[in-house]
């Protein structure tokens, strides 16, 4: 069984700052691609922030130069550090990663059970 497992989020006031975690666990073959997306009430799931096992970033246009995504992959453990938060990146944030349990299964997508983050105006 593989799981991520989200951890940071909070109520923060707007220019505040929080930093998100989520580890995977259990039977992991290969780690690719991690990443940030978030929800917001009657919003469509959006991506936040990808980056790759080679570090490779990309993020969303409303989060660059706010949000940094980062990665540990001895411990396949991907961050984000959320700073100068505004009301509007109140939502749920879900982590997403690529894996593959086994070196003869397909690479899949695992989402984590996401974390809530609040920021007050």
């Known amino acids: 069984q593989v799981q991520l497992v989200e951890s940071g989020g909070g109520l923060v006031q707007a220019g505040g700052s929080l930093r998100l975690s989520c580890a995977a666990s259990?039977?992991?073959?290969?780690?690719?691609?991690m990443g940030w997306y978030r929800q917001a009430p009657e919003k469509q799931r959006e991506l936040v922030a990808t980056i790759t096992s080679g570090g490779s970033t990309n993020y969303a246009d409303s989060v660059k130069g706010r949000f940094t995504i980062s990665r540990d992959n001895a411990k396949n453990t991907v961050y984000l550090q959320l700073n100068s938060l505004q009301p509007e990146d109140t939502a749920v944030y879900y982590c997403?990663?690529?894996?593959?349990?086994?070196?003869?299964?397909?690479?899949?997508?695992?989402w984590g059970q996401g974390t809530q983050v609040t920021v007050s105006s």
């Open positions: 259990g039977s992991i073959f290969r780690l690719n691609v």
């Open positions: 997403n990663a690529h894996m593959q349990k086994r070196f003869y299964e397909p690479m899949n997508s695992y």
